[in-house]
């Protein structure tokens, strides 16, 4: 198995509603990231996981709450957002953190989310 | 603070054609840069990776150059096909917890 899957494809929710993302890989990678895309822009990294700990979040607000509860598996909780945060988000894994060139990202196909 | 910027923002070329996409850095100290394409409302495909410590990279019609020294990458596309249609995207790894920095991406069409 050589893909990054992201569950749901679409969704749409309510600036009251809690909701969650999920991203799983089997490639047996130990690092796992979430980025934010609007529209024509490129991604922008969220979060960073490393052997299950969160090495990096990039002043994220708290209303995003990342979560793995194991090395396949990412989730990323979202609860009171705001209608700019209506954006497409992808998740990513990695071999590992370092600088070889193993550690090349590979992308799922995104959670398209909109928020009314 | 690195800055990424790719030119041009959009391409319209007709199909055959040989073309190239470039992506410009403000800081030479990277790890390695990836060449992404992205096509409408979907995920991104790793096209090529070239360590900081290599020239260039290839992979079939595709083949993609990278001078720190200059803080340039190019990625060069032959022979165009309608199927190459899509937003290319250049990234850079610069330290520690392999964070990219996307480049601002370039709109590719190739026509019939």
Same mark, same amino acid.
């Given at each position: 198995?050589?893909?990054?899957?992201?569950?749901?494809?679409?969704?749409?929710?309510?600036?009251?509603?809690?909701?969650?993302?999920?991203?799983?890989?089997?490639?047996?990678?130990?690092?796992?990231?979430?980025?934010?895309?609007?529209?024509?822009?490129?991604?922008?990294?969220?979060?960073?996981?490393?052997?299950?700990?969160?090495?990096?979040?990039?002043?994220?607000?708290?209303?995003?709450?990342?979560?793995?509860?194991?090395?396949?598996?990412?989730?990323?909780?979202?609860?009171?957002?705001?209608?700019?945060?209506?954006?497409?988000?992808?998740?990513?894994?990695?071999?590992?953190?370092?600088?070889?060139?193993?550690?090349?990202?590979?992308?799922?196909?995104?959670?398209?989310?909109?928020?009314? | 603070?690195?800055?990424?910027?790719?030119?041009?923002?959009?391409?319209?070329?007709?199909?055959?054609?040989?073309?190239?996409?470039?992506?410009?850095?403000?800081?030479?100290?990277?790890?390695?840069?990836?060449?992404?394409?992205?096509?409408?409302?979907?995920?991104?495909? *790793?096209? =090529?990776? /070239?360590?900081? !410590? &290599?020239?260039?990279?290839?992979?079939?019609? %595709?083949? $993609?150059?990278?001078?720190?020294?200059?803080?340039? *990458?190019? =990625?060069? /596309?032959?022979? !165009? &096909?309608?199927?190459?249609?899509?937003?290319? %995207?250049? $990234?850079?790894?610069?330290?520690?917890?392999?964070?990219?920095?996307?480049?601002?991406?370039?709109?590719?069409?190739?026509?019939?």
């Amino acid at each position: 198995d050589t893909e990054v899957t992201q569950t749901p494809k679409h969704l749409v929710m309510g600036m009251t509603n809690k909701k969650s993302l999920k991203c799983e890989q089997h490639m047996g990678h130990r690092a796992m990231y979430w980025y934010k895309q609007k529209a024509k822009k490129p991604p922008e990294l969220m979060f960073v996981y490393s052997y299950e700990k969160l090495s990096i979040n990039e002043s994220v607000p708290s209303r995003f709450s990342p979560e793995c509860p194991n090395s396949s598996l990412l989730n990323l909780h979202l609860h009171a957002l705001q209608p700019e945060d209506s954006a497409l988000y992808l998740c990513a894994s990695s071999l590992g953190t370092g600088a070889s060139s193993y550690n090349e990202q590979f992308f799922g196909p995104g959670t398209r989310l909109t928020v009314l | 603070k690195q800055e990424v910027t790719q030119i041009p923002a959009a391409l319209s070329v007709p199909e055959g054609e040989n073309l190239v996409l470039n992506c410009s850095f403000t800081d030479s100290a990277i790890y390695n840069l990836q060449w992404f394409r992205q096509d409408p409302g979907k995920g991104l495909t *790793s096209l =090529l990776l /070239i360590q900081s !410590s &290599q020239r260039e990279q290839t992979s079939g019609r %595709l083949n $993609a150059s990278l001078d720190k020294s200059s803080g340039r *990458s190019t =990625l060069y /596309i032959a022979a !165009s &096909q309608p199927g190459d249609s899509a937003t290319y %995207l250049c $990234a850079l790894r610069e330290g520690g917890g392999n964070k990219l920095t996307f480049g601002t991406g370039t709109q590719l069409k190739v026509e019939l």
